[in-house]
């Protein structure tokens, strides 16, 4: 299994979201990264829960109050409704 871990405390906030679905996507299921955030990242979690129906599982392994660190697994290839569009989920301020 891998355990890569994405560092969002460095980069850019209208890369995050995207850095972390790119990495997701690249996974093969049973794999998983570990997130590292300065903040709770509860719209990615709905942005997942959207987007990734069914094929992620979120556990978080410490809830801040300065870090935030969560490890994404996928447990499926599979997307239990139809894929809808990848966009952002607002928070970073950009469409």
């Given at each position: 299994m891998?355990?890569?871990q994405i560092d969002l405390r460095k980069l850019a906030p209208e890369?995050?979201?995207?850095?972390v679905f790119?990495?997701?996507d690249s996974l093969?299921?049973?794999e998983a990264f570990?997130?590292?955030?300065?903040?709770?990242?509860k719209p990615l979690f709905r942005q997942f829960k959207t987007q990734r129906p069914?094929?992620?599982h979120w556990e978080y392994t410490e809830q801040g109050p300065q870090l935030w660190q969560v490890r994404i697994a996928k447990i499926s290839d599979k997307i239990k409704d139809e894929e809808p569009e990848e966009g952002?989920?607002?928070i970073c301020g950009t469409n």
């Open positions: 891998t355990q890569n890369e995050r979201h995207t850095a790119r990495a997701f093969t299921t049973g570990m997130l590292v955030v300065d903040h709770e990242p069914g094929a992620f952002c989920c607002g």
